[in-house]
């Protein structure tokens, strides 16, 4: 069945086959307030969510506002999230985020796309895990290198930036969609439709799916 972008009944059972292979379909990342979910975040860029949940057991104990990121001193906090990788961007993001949010916003991670995107080191991303995962709302679609990848090879998109393929996204799916689409994407990149070897034979998308890009095709 060939797929377009501009196809929404072509998304609609997209979101169906998924909902039911992953009806529960969760943020990886731990964190118990908006604050450590925007930290966590900003951490899980190039690394595993795994990894992130390792550094973040300690470093939750140690930061538990703002203000305590901001206070901190930042080659002392690099060593903390070294091995998340590009600490050094990482934690001029995270402390400069920090300072921001211990100023004007009292300490309070803002529920607001606009306010959340003029933070350091927030884009889109960010601000969408952040607005649908700790406030429920659907601002938009996250789009890291899963549902990027995923988008494309299903045909829901044709971009590579992923302002665009979000665009494209939040064209062709139901609103009260978009938190959950996101969460089930990432699973299914991470268990079945792999960057290099992806399992098309057990995937839930199988019989649908154009494979855009797939094996040459």
């Known amino acids: 069945m060939p797929?377009?972008?501009?196809?929404?009944?072509?998304?609609?059972?997209?979101?169906?086959?998924?909902?039911?292979?992953?009806?529960?379909?969760?943020?990886?990342?731990?964190?118990?307030?908006?604050?450590?979910?925007?930290?966590?975040?900003?951490?899980?860029a190039q690394c595993t969510d795994r990894r992130v949940n390792l550094v973040t057991q300690e470093l939750f104990r140690k930061y538990r506002t703002a203000a305590d990121y901001?206070?901190?001193?930042?080659?002392?906090?690099?060593?903390?999230?070294?091995?998340?990788?590009?600490?050094n961007s990482k934690t001029k993001s995270i402390l400069g985020c920090c300072a921001a949010l211990a100023g004007p916003h009292g300490g309070?991670?803002?529920?607001?796309?606009?306010?959340?995107?003029?933070?350091?080191?927030?884009?889109?991303?960010?601000?969408?895990?952040?607005?649908?995962?700790a406030y429920g709302i659907a601002?938009?679609?996250?789009?890291?290198?899963?549902?990027?990848?995923?988008?494309?090879?299903l045909g829901l998109t044709r971009q590579k930036d992923a302002a665009k393929i979000e665009h494209d996204l939040m064209a062709q799916l139901p609103k009260r969609e978009w938190i959950a689409f996101s969460h089930r994407v990432i699973h299914h990149g991470r268990r079945v439709c792999a960057?290099?070897?992806?399992?098309?034979?057990?995937?839930?998308?199988?019989?649908?799916?154009?494979?855009?890009?797939?094996?040459?095709?």
Not at 70 to 87: L, M, N, V
Not at 145 to 153: G, K, L, P, W
Not at 195 to 217: D, H, T, Y
């Open 195 to 217: 960057a290099r070897k992806p399992q098309c034979a057990a995937c839930p998308l199988g019989e649908i799916c154009p494979r855009i890009g797939v094996g040459g095709s």
């Open 108 to 133: 309070a991670v803002p529920a607001d796309m606009d306010e959340l995107v003029k933070l350091p080191g927030v884009g889109r991303k960010t601000a969408n895990v952040v607005l649908g995962t």
């Open 139 to 153: 601002a938009g679609v996250v789009v890291d290198t899963h549902v990027a990848r995923i988008a494309r090879r």
């Open 70 to 87: 901001a206070a901190a001193d930042p080659e002392q906090f690099k060593r903390e999230i070294q091995s998340t990788g590009f600490f």
């Open 3 to 44: 797929a377009k972008s501009d196809n929404p009944k072509f998304a609609a059972e997209v979101v169906k086959r998924l909902r039911k292979h992953y009806p529960d379909a969760t943020c990886a990342l731990r964190y118990s307030s908006p604050l450590e979910l925007l930290v966590a975040t900003i951490l899980s």
